[in-house]
């Protein structure tokens, strides 16, 4: 088996907006001496073979027991450290983050969404008993800071479910995140995602909840011009450079999860932009919006084309997760104290920069 091959089509096949947006999710493969995982912000649809990043697993093991600070950011510049360590010499590009958590499932390949369609459920306020019900044999992880803090726990939880059921989970299921499925074909990948998706269809048409979500309708030249005259006197120059703009929607208020965070900020800006109302916004939120929502479309904001496209597809991606989660209680936005780790992690910081 070309475990290379294999892992660069399951990429391409699941680096679709049904998944992912911009450098969302992440996949690996393995064998007993190395994991091959995919380099932070890479976009999974465009992964080559040579470009996974190839770890010597025997110089990731000591991560899992060295102590380490308790202050979150000599922590993750420690793991860091210890990670890039383990990188092979012959490989270039910084891995991902959730390397470790890769590490820890025995399956040949892993493959990390984020899709819409499964937010509605790990996002939703009564999520974690609905998966319950619906996914007995998947393992549930509580929302937890994304990075070194996050791979220890699911490292421990997929021990403790293996010593419970006699084999690790193939899905584990990520509140406010996402999905992970693991198995050793590309074949029972792909038929994992198929169930998911198919349990959940009808669960949500059972709720009478609608999964086909219409993309709005992108804006007129006229109406894009007028919105970035408008945005060039109420933000900085560089932020609102470039502008990318939809008919309305209901847009999210609040965080979803880590993603919507990086690409869309945790906030939009509500009304009609002037210096004051964006100066008051700042104060409040400590930046400059990336989402501003009027009475009549939705805009993002960049210092690029790519960044305000980005911005505007996470807003939509936000609404879709939305709708989906009324099936499940209703959204459940991010706590104050998860939403500033994502917003002030340099990990997420750098993700961006290589994407947008």
Known sequence: MDLLATIVELSHQFGTSNYVRGGGGNTSAKDAHTLWVKPSGTVLARLRAEDFVAIDRSKLAPLYSTPTPAEPQAREALVKEMMAAAVSPASSGRPSVEAPLHDSLDAHFVVHTHPALVNGLTCAKNGKAAAEKLFPAALWIDYTDPGYTLCIKVRREIQSYQAQNGKQPEMILLENHGI?????????????????????????????????????????????????????????????????????????????????????????????????????????????????????????????????????????????????????????????????????????????????
């Open 180 to 356: 992970f499925v693991a198995a050793s074909c590309a074949i029972r990948i792909s038929k994992l995602y198929e169930e998911v998706f198919t349990i959940l269809r009808m669960e949500y048409k059972a709720a009478g909840v609608s999964v086909d979500f219409a993309e709005p309708k992108p804006l007129g030249d006229d109406k894009l011009s007028q919105a970035k005259e408008l945005f060039s006197t109420a933000f900085s120059p560089q932020h609102s450079a470039f502008v990318a703009g939809a008919e309305k929607f209901t847009a999210a208020v609040g965080p979803i999860s880590p993603d919507h965070i990086v690409y869309s900020k945790s906030y939009p800006f509500i009304g009609v932009p002037t210096k004051e109302t964006v100066a008051a916004f700042v104060r409040q939120r400590g930046y400059e919006p990336a989402v501003v929502i009027t009475d009549d479309a939705v805009y993002g904001l960049g210092s690029s084309q790519k960044s305000a496209q980005l911005a505007l597809e996470l807003a939509i991606d936000g609404a879709m997760v939305m709708r989906y989660a009324n099936a499940f209680g209703g959204i459940q936005f991010m706590t104050d104290g998860a939403r500033a780790f994502i917003e002030n992690w340099e990990v997420e910081s750098y993700r961006k920069k290589q994407v947008g």
